[in-house]
């Protein structure tokens, strides 16, 4: 059964470096998500992507973050300038091109900032 | 305003109990989805189930079941029979159309399961 898998599973960094953090979506998916869970919270919604843009993005995702689909299986999210807020689960997503299809998580990285 | 709420942080029960986890979501949309999905202590997030808004029949699956009721915004999750393996943060989503349909998930806080043998 195709699957969400995201690379590297833990990452640990240093306050002020940038992070790369990589997914490979199911193949023949058409929307891709990022969220975040801070140890012990709920899960939050950090951006979508569809069509090679983003679609919707909240406010935790701000000039700090960026994503990108540099070829057609990868899907990255990158933190510009960590910072020790940042440390979190990332969890990538992806779903079908069906209205409200179900999303498809990978297993997540585990980013810790020191 | 989108918001799913699940009141109980955590739940104890022995092994065998029947537990139920509720779930209460807000919404102005007419279409939407509620998601369950299981965060076992592994830490992966499994999809259990997916409902729209259209189709109020309650669902089984297994030890699982589900009750889906509109009129109190409500879309509980039965565990019937409970096992040690049950034990994890169960989250709540909710997904809306809308006009921009990005499909994003609102989760809610989630409620720790705990099934002691």
């Known amino acids: 059964e195709p699957e969400v898998t995201q690379t590297p599973s833990h990452q640990v960094t240093q306050m002020g470096q940038e992070v790369i953090l990589r997914c490979v979506p199911i193949?023949?998916?058409?929307?891709f998500y990022w969220y975040r869970q801070i140890l012990g919270q709920k899960v939050e919604f950090l951006v979508s992507f569809y069509n090679n843009e983003i679609s919707e993005k909240s406010e935790i995702f701000d000039d700090q973050f960026s994503v990108e689909r540099p070829d057609g299986s990868n899907f990255t999210l990158k933190i510009r300038s960590t910072k020790l807020e940042d440390s979190a689960m990332y969890f990538c997503?992806?779903?079908?091109?069906?209205?409200?299809?179900?999303?498809?998580f990978g297993p997540g990285t585990r980013l810790l900032v020191l | 305003a989108q918001k799913v709420t699940q009141a109980q942080t955590e739940i104890s029960v022995v092994e065998k109990e029947d537990v139920t986890l509720d779930c209460v979501y807000e919404?102005?949309?007419?279409?939407?989805?509620l998601f369950w999905y299981k965060q076992p202590p592994s830490g992966e997030l499994v999809f259990l189930i997916r409902r729209n808004s259209f189709d109020e029949q309650n669902e089984i699956s297994g030890r699982y079941s589900w009750n889906f009721q509109k009129s109190t915004s409500s879309f509980n999750f039965t565990i019937t029979a409970s096992q040690v393996v049950d034990s994890a943060v169960y989250f709540c989503?909710?997904?809306?159309?809308?006009?921009?349909?990005?499909?994003?998930?609102?989760f809610g806080q989630g409620t720790t399961l705990q099934v002691k043998p």
């Open positions: 997503a992806s779903r079908k091109g069906d209205l409200l299809g179900t999303q498809y």
């Open positions: 989503a909710l997904s809306e159309a809308g006009s921009s349909n990005t499909g994003k998930l609102i």
């Open positions: 193949s023949n998916h058409l929307y």
């Open positions: 919404t102005r949309d007419t279409t939407y989805y």
